[in-house]
């Protein structure tokens, strides 16, 4: 049997010029908890992963697509070799690089730890998404459980002892969290009889730990309905000996796993807890009724994670177009093409291949260096409170703003730029021969879960602008102007800069319309304009983040060393070409907006699919 191989690229370059050129990650560098870190270990860091993914995870991308799981006398099983990579994972230090020391992490920075994820996620969605859960989870119980909860839990899980997971959705209860119906009972030692079923639960039971940790959302008998009536428990598969080692089952139980269109190596789980009366769970900390705001911290994390596998699948589908497009050759160039004679070229010197590459450049680039600006937003507010409350501030209103964008439009550019790499590639890009369909495969869901892309729009609009009084999205818009007003006159990009500034106002614009439709009893139509807005803002910020990497890059140019000319340009032609292609639909999707049309709103339900 041939060796598996792997598929995957990524652009060391890329990550270099955010962290060095464009986010000075030297700055974060400099502050005293990073003592031990400096520029060649962030360099070294990156060189160690790349070249981990391409042996250990990469591989088994395709390996796990093709096998899924499977459910034996009663446990789930991972595709083959699976366990091993868990193992090399912890072994390696992948998952505890940005974790902190007290943890047995090496305590990176923010914006490296995101470098390391996307590598891994890139190579192997699937599998990524094992130990992405266990270490968000492991973070719940950190900051919300009790010392004892820690040390029981959260260290197992941390070293990859013990895996993870987070149970919020039920049957009757999917986005509609509060509706859910599974219970906890008190029992007289102070532990809890937990009772339901819950189903889609990512990672519910896998044979790479020795344990698996649930988190579960369950109403305590005699609660209050609706989300503020619901506690978070701690319910492990296998209970907790006095000794910390796993002890006998308790009554958790994955009757089935989901056969989906992607992320196949991953199991996707029904899981029932209590059936046979018998499963006993920990409230996380001390304090009932506080499940939602302790869960919102892994949802939070989990959303920044879905943006990640979005940017990271959306990269490796590129770069896996581009190497095709390089190499395949067909018909004679456009100058030549009357000329049966002529030389056939490579696809990629075709006008709309270019064009198709060019865009999926600018937008992989573009939602990188989002997800670099969050990161770098996490890292200040995390560092600056308590020291500078008011610039921690700014920053983590930064961050709340920043999530829903990232988690939305990296999810949405990754099934898009997927399905843009088969066109590409033409029939090449439609065959298992070639990643990039398991790419498109896998990327639909991101849109789907940890908050569908329209809540995370709701968000938006119903609570982030209006977030501290509406300061963080003023906090926002300035920064863009401030961009704009020191580059309008730019000799390269000054076209490209009056573009964004059209796209600026017409967010400021659209986001005064919504405050407008609340004071005029219109909420109504809010929703119906919800996601157009996110888009709208997504791009926005895309386009300012890509013009100042063209800024950077024209700076760096006349110097630039000849292998380092192509990249500078390529910086500079992805920001022109998303400013004058897509920011201009930022002003057209206002126009529509103040249009306020409710068709959908006013057809008949029964015209809707009507036969």
């Known amino acids: 049997m041939s060796q598996p191989i792997n598929r995957y690229k990524a652009d060391l370059r890329d990550y270099q010029f955010l962290l060095f050129e464009q986010f000075k990650i030297d700055e974060i560098l400099a502050l005293d908890v990073y003592k031990d870190w400096g520029a060649e270990q962030v360099k070294m860091v990156l060189d160690e992963a790349y070249r981990f993914v391409r042996e250990v995870t990469g591989p088994l991308n395709a390996v796990g697509d093709k096998e899924g799981c499977r459910i034996e006398n009663g446990r789930v099983k991972t595709p083959k070799g699976f366990k091993e990579a868990w193992k090399a994972v912890y072994e390696n230090g992948w998952k505890a690089i940005g974790a902190s020391p007290e943890h047995g992490g090496q305590g990176a920075p923010m914006p490296l730890q995101m470098c390391v994820e996307e590598m891994l996620t890139g190579s192997n969605t699937a599998f990524a998404m094992y130990p992405g859960l266990t270490h968000a989870a492991a973070e719940v119980i950190a900051a919300c459980g009790t010392p004892e909860q820690g040390q029981k839990f959260a260290s197992k899980m941390f070293k990859g002892e013990w895996g993870g997971t987070m149970c919020l959705t039920e049957p009757h209860a999917g986005s509609d969290v509060g509706a859910a119906s599974s219970s906890a009972k008190k029992n007289a030692d102070g532990t809890y009889s937990i009772r339901g079923t819950k189903i889609f639960i990512s990672g519910g039971d896998h044979d790479m730990a020795e344990n698996v940790v649930h988190l579960v959302l369950a109403r305590i008998e005699g609660a209050k309905a609706g989300t503020k009536g619901l506690s978070l428990f701690i319910v492990p598969r296998l209970r907790v000996n006095a000794d910390g080692s796993p002890g006998q089952e308790n009554d958790v139980v994955v009757p089935s796993i ?17 059936d046979n009366d018998s499963c006993v769970g920990e409230l996380v900390g001390t304090v009932e009724h506080q499940g939602m705001a302790q869960m919102f911290l892994m949802m939070n ?74 990161m770098g937003h996490l890292e200040w507010a995390r560092t600056l409170a308590g020291k500078d409350d008011a610039k921690a501030g700014y920053h983590q209103g930064q961050v709340e703003l920043l999530t829903p964008l990232f988690k939305s439009y990296g999810s949405d550019m990754a099934f898009e730029v997927s399905a843009l790499a088969i066109q590409s590639m033409g029939g090449a890009g439609f065959l298992k021969d070639h990643p990039v369909e398991q790419y498109c495969r896998d990327a639909k869901i991101f849109s789907i879960y940890e908050g569908t892309n329209h809540i995370q729009a709701l968000d938006l609009v119903g609570r982030k602008l209006s977030q501290n009084g509406g300061a963080n999205a003023r906090a926002f818009l300035a920064d863009v102007q401030a961009f704009v007003t020191k580059h309008r006159e730019h000799a390269v990009l000054g076209g490209a800069v009056a573009q964004l500034a059209k796209a600026q106002e017409a967010v400021a614009g659209t986001a005064m ?9 219109k909420a109504e139509k809010v929703p119906l304009a919800a996601n157009q807005f996110l888009t709208m803002m997504s791009e926005t910020t895309l ?28 910086k500079r032609y992805a920001a022109q070409f998303f400013a004058q292609m897509v ?24 015209a809707l699919g009507a036969v």
């Open 258 to 274: 989901e056969h989906k269109m992607g992320i196949n190596g991953s199991a996707t789980c029904v899981v029932n807890f209590g």
């Open 301 to 374: 994390t989990a959303r920044i994670g879905v943006g990640l596998q979005g940017l990271a699948l959306g990269a490796a589908a590129y770069l896996s177009a581009a190497d095709y497009c390089k190499e395949r050759k067909q018909g004679p160039s456009a100058k030549n093409f009357k000329d049966p004679e002529a030389p056939k070229v490579a696809i990629v010197e075709h006008a709309d291949i270019r064009r198709l590459l060019l865009e999926m450049k600018a937008k992989v680039e573009g939602t990188r260096a989002l997800g670099m600006k969050l």
């Open 513 to 521: 319309r919504f405050m407008m439709w609340n004071a005029q009893g």
């Open 543 to 570: 386009g300012w983040l890509l013009l100042e990497q063209a800024v950077v890059a024209l700076e760096k140019l006349p110097s630039a060393a000849s292998n380092d000319k192509a990249f500078y340009e390529g």
């Open 583 to 606: 920011l201009p639909r930022v002003a057209a999707s206002a126009a529509v907006i103040a249009a306020e049309d409710q068709s959908a709103l006013d057809v008949p339900t029964d």
